[in-house]
Structures are given as structure tokens and as C-alpha cells.
Nanobody, 122 residues
Framework: QVQLVESGGGSVQAGDSLRLSCAAS???????MGWFRQAPGKEREFVAVITWNGGSTYYTPSVKGRFTISRDNAENTVTLQMNSLKSEDTAVYYC????????????????WGQGTQVTVSS
């Protein structure tokens, strides 16, 4: 089992920045780690993923160039730096750990945090 706890959400103005963190505990942290988000009335969607060694990262097109995912395996943490936030980024953000499969598909993720709210007002 892997336990994930997100932090760092909040309410900001459009154009501001936020840094989300995800702390992992439990079993080995050598999983690809992803961030997803879910806006009210919408499906949970992929935001970003980082491979277990941090060698590769992928982003959904709407956040590419604004968001950066990183990880520190020594500290068992994953972060999502979000810059130039827009109102459409408003959602609950979840970090998740995958044991393999399609990184972009939430069905490939076995462990999820409880989520942290990000609200961006224009």
C-alpha cells in the first residue's frame, strides 16, 4: 500500500502561481507519479506525469509550459508547480501512483490522495 497526501492548494487570482506537494508513505516510491484534476460536474482528467526516476515528464496540452512536475525520491515527494494560473484550472487536484500501463489513463493508477482544492478567480 502507498499513502498519498496532497497539500498546497488554495484560492488565487488569475496569473498567480501555486505549488502543490504530494507526500508518499508506505511501500517503495518507485512508481510513475501523476497529477489529475476534477472540476465540478466534469470527469477527472490527466494533468501531468513523471516517471519513477524523473527522467521523463508529460503534460496535458492545456498546462504545458505553465505547469512543471518534479519529484524527490529521497524525500518521497512529488510537486506540481503551477504558474500563470487561469480560471479554467479551478479543480480539485489529486496525486496518484501508477503500477504501470497508460500514464494518461486514470485506470492505470492504483493509489490516490484525498485531493486539494485549487480555485482561480479572474
Amino acid at each position: 500500500q502507498v499513502q498519498l497526501v496532497e497539500s498546497g492548494g488554495g484560492s488565487v487570482q488569475a496569473g498567480d502561481s501555486l505549488r502543490l506537494s504530494c507526500a508518499a508513505s508506505g511501500r517503495s516510491f518507485s512508481y510513475p507519479m501523476g497529477w489529475f484534476r476534477q472540476a465540478p460536474g466534469k470527469e477527472r482528467e490527466f494533468v501531468a506525469v513523471i516517471t519513477w526516476n524523473g527522467g521523463s515528464t508529460y503534460y496535458t496540452p492545456s498546462v504545458k509550459g505553465r505547469f512543471t512536475i518534479s519529484r524527490d525520491n529521497a524525500e518521497n515527494t512529488v510537486t506540481l508547480q503551477m504558474n500563470s494560473l487561469k480560471s479554467e484550472d479551478t479543480a480539485v487536484y489529486y496525486c496518484a501512483a501508477s503500477r504501470g500501463g497508460n500514464y494518461f489513463d486514470r485506470q492505470s493508477y492504483d493509489y490516490w490522495g484525498q485531493g486539494t482544492q485549487v480555485t482561480v478567480s479572474s
